[in-house]
Structures are given as C-alpha cells and as structure tokens.
C-alpha cells in the first residue's frame, strides 16, 4: 500500500510549498540512483519522494490527495510521471545539478529529451439533471498543434538545421567550478543541439514548429457525474515535440444546486409537505425523483420530519455501473398559509376535541383594529 505523501517527506499536512521543496532536495540528495549505484531500495524510495513532490507542490493534486488520498489521484487519472524528474531537479537544482543527479535529460545521439506536451483544463457548467442522467456537449478547444507546413520542425521546405557551434550538437555544456564539471543546457541552443538561421524557418509558424487551432470536441458525460469531476481525454491537449506525445486534456464539470433536490455521492435527498390529515390518517401522495413521480404510501400517525428511504431511485453510481443510490424522503406537516371559513370552523372543532387552546376568531384584528 502506498505511503502518506506527508510522511515520505517528513513534512506536515499544513506545509509550506517551500518546505515541500527543501525536504524533496533532501531526499533526492540521499537516495538518487546515481549517488547510489545498484542499490534497488533507494531507487524505489527516490521515485517514491519524486511521486510526493509531485502531488504535493500541484495546488490540485494536493486538493484531491487531501480530500481522498491516493484512490482519489487514480479515478481523476492523476498518475506518477517520473519522465518529468529531471524537469523537476532541474527546476530545484539548476540545470547543472539537475543533470548530475538525473542525467535523463540526455538521449542518444546528443540534444534535449523531447518533452511531452502540457496538458489542459476545461471547465464544463452542467445542470443538476445532466449530471445526474449524464449528456454530450460539442465544444471547441484551442490549443496548439504541429505545423502542416514543416511537420513540426520549424524548417522551411528544403532547409535543414545545423549543429549547434556551442556544444557541437549535444545541447549541453560542462562547466568547471572548482573540482567539480557541472553538466548544464546550452544556453546558444537551449538543449535542441541544433540551430536554425532566420531564413530557414519554416514562414508558417516562424520556425516555432506549431500553430494555434481550435478544434470542436464531443464531450461526453456519464450519467451520476458529480461537481470537481475531472474527465480525462488522453492526447487532447497540446502537442508535444516531434517524436513526443502530446498532453492530455482534463474536463473539470462545474455541477449547478437543484432548487428541489441535494445530492451525497449518488444519494438524492428530498423534503415533500404532505397534508395534516395524510400524515394522522395515512394515505398515498406523490413524490418528485430524479427519475420522474413516484407514489408513495404514507403510514397512519407518521411525525413530521419522518424519512422514508427509496432503495435505488437516486443517481447512477459512476464505478457501479447499473446500480443507483437511494431517494430519501423527508415528509413534513404542510401547513397551509391561508384556509377557508369552512375549514377554520373544521379545525376549531378539532382543537375544542383535543382540548387546544387556540386564538379566537378575529382577535388580530380586535386587537389592532
């Protein structure tokens, strides 16, 4: 079973970004598998620190893991991405320490890893009744894609890009400082290990390799979808360098109150009046569920307030396909706000049987009048 987040890097559940920070550069000093060579126990517990890091310093991913822990990553499609790890020391360390400790920012044949695209978020505003019954929307996403012109490589038709006179094509530099070589990116090529003259850049996209479109998307949404759900469409969001995948893109639906129903996971809940004498005699009434009307018998002599439950007319159950939550049925006294002359002599006569002392007919009005 995985371990708490928190307790893998020592920390506290209220601490600081920066302390997240200092305690990963702590861990990642001691157990990196390049300080520690052959040794499987410190490669697991450095990606288990690198996994931490990577939740707790994501304002929502840490949102989610402190509302649900990991089980609640895993069904937003939140997964450890250990590629990113050198990103991230480097991000900590500087480009030259990250390289010492990670040393995955090479690859075969010199230059920078090509980089995964970034992902995206969309939020979607739904209706309580479409989440409950789910619904499709098409909606149009911007994001960028390769360039049709040049497939990506920002070269214009023809041309071809040279290795970069800095670092001689491999997208880094050593330093020395001291005893120590310290790796760090080409600062003339940015870690490319190539580089292009203006006039062979590719004119569509300025030699950036992608353009800015917008597509239509069929969003589809699973009846018994609930608020803060995050939908994802693996490869839907921006595009990555060539050869790399693209990113994912993350539906956050937006679920809007019911003015009749309230909702607890796939539990609908209800208030209904029901009329004095239904409630001291009993009698069938007719109740509003997310499904449509329902009848319903109401026991003799039921109190006010009483709950009636209905097993599986609430909301589909998104990781129990086929089964629903239950309606609960709150049935309190109505009471009417005005009666007729007929009826208040009906409940005079009532109140004298029971003995229930009760203002005498017109005595607002004597009294104020």
Known sequence: MARDYYEVLGVARDASTQDIKKAYKKAARKFHPDLNPGD???E????????????LTNDEKRRIYDQFGHDGLKGRGFEPNFTDIGDILSELFGGGLGDI??????????????????DLEYPMRLSFMEAAHGTAKVVEIPRHVHCDSCSGSGLRAGASATNCGTCGGQGEVIQAQGFLRIRTV????????????PADRCPDCSGSGRVRRTDEMEI???????NGLQI??????EVGDPGAPPGDLYVTLEVEPHEVFKRDGADVYVTVPVPYPVMCLGGEITIPTVHGEEGLTVEPGTDSGAVVLMRGKGVDQLRRRGTRGDHHVRLVVDV?????????????QLAELEDVGVHQKGFWARLFG
């Open 101 to 118: 400790f990670g040393g995955g920012r090479r690859r075969s044949g010199g230059g920078r890893r090509a980089r995964r695209g970034a």
């Open 40 to 42: 499987a126990a410190a």
């Open 232 to 237: 994802r469409h693996t490869g839907r969001g």
């Open 220 to 226: 589809k949404i699973p009846a018994g979808s609930y």
């Open 336 to 348: 009417p706000k005005t009666v007729t002359e007929e009826q208040e002599g009906l409940l005079r």
């Open 44 to 55: 697991a517990s450095f990606k288990e620190a690198s996994e931490a890091y990577e939740v």
């Open 186 to 197: 080409c600062p003339a090529c940015r870690g490319a290990g190539k580089t292009v003259s």
